[in-house]
T-cell receptor
Framework: SQTIHQWPATLVQPVGSPLSLECTVEGTSNPNLYWYRQAAGRGLQLLFYSVGIGQISSEVPQNLSASRPQDRQFILSSKKLLLSDSGFYLC????????????FGEGSWLTVV | GENVEQHPSTLSVQEGDSAVIKCTYSDSASNYFPWYKQELGKRPQLIIDIRSNVGEKKDQRIAVTLNKTAKHFSLHITETQPEDSAVYFCAGFTGGFKTIFGAGTRLFVKA
């Protein structure tokens, strides 16, 4: 069965520091991968999605970037964090076998101080 | 692109009562509508979904209805229990790569 791992689970970073969140999917190949962000008490904002290695589509222009160096690996990065980057970051995946359903990783809580 | 609106933003019901959450979508090409439940501090998890060729789907105490003409769909929870308290998200999928979510409904079930 497919599983998704996301880390770190929690991190506190100072303003202006870099960020790297990583997500790995197991048990499937060629998934569509997604990064969503959820501000405290708010909805799910799609940040990036990827349909293949090296293919990244950005939904919201900001100081974040994403990369997909391997088929089942998706990385969210920032060179300099802002206070407004705080939130709950969720990686998600979808494949042909999952139909149109996307499944979320356990999430990463980011607090920028 | 697709836009999904969800209401109410907050819903409070007495245990045992029913709860209804409504969503509307803008893209008539949308063909798949999942509902997710998110408990505090956890990831959203799929609870039920419906495809555009179906008008209603039930799973125990949960049901979803779809009106393609009016472009709206609803989640119905009967005999609510305290453990139903959570945030519920509706979503729409047009067949491309993106799933667009509503803003969420915070459901409180009072014992």
């Amino acid at each position: 069965s497919q599983t998704i791992h996301q880390w770190p689970a929690t991190l506190v970073q100072p303003v202006g520091s870099p960020l790297s969140l990583e997500c790995t999917v197991e048990g499937t190949s060629n998934p569509n991968l997604y990064w969503y962000r959820q501000a405290a008490g708010r909805g799910l904002q799609l940040l990036f999605y990827s349909v293949g290695i090296g293919q990244i589509s950005s939904e919201v222009p900001q100081n974040l970037s994403a990369s997909r160096p391997q088929d089942r690996q998706f990385i969210l990065s920032s060179k300099k964090l802002l206070l407004s980057d705080s939130g709950f970051y969720l990686c998600a995946w979808r494949t042909a076998s999952s139909g149109n359903t996307i499944y979320f990783g356990e999430g990463s809580w980011l607090t920028v101080v | 692109g697709e836009n999904v609106e969800q209401h109410p933003s907050t819903l409070s019901v007495q245990e045992g009562d029913s709860a209804v959450i409504k969503c509307t979508y803008s893209d008539s090409a949308s063909n798949y509508f999942p509902w997710y439940k998110q408990e505090l501090g956890k990831r959203p998890q799929l609870i039920i979904d419906i495809r555009s060729n179906v008008g209603e789907k039930k799973d125990q105490r949960i049901a979803v209805t779809l009106n393609k003409t009016a472009k709206h769909f609803s989640l119905h929870i009967t005999e609510t229990q305290p453990e139903d308290s959570a945030v519920y998200f509706c979503a729409g999928f047009t067949g491309g790569f993106k799933t667009i979510f509503g803003a969420g409904t915070r459901l409180f079930v009072k014992a």
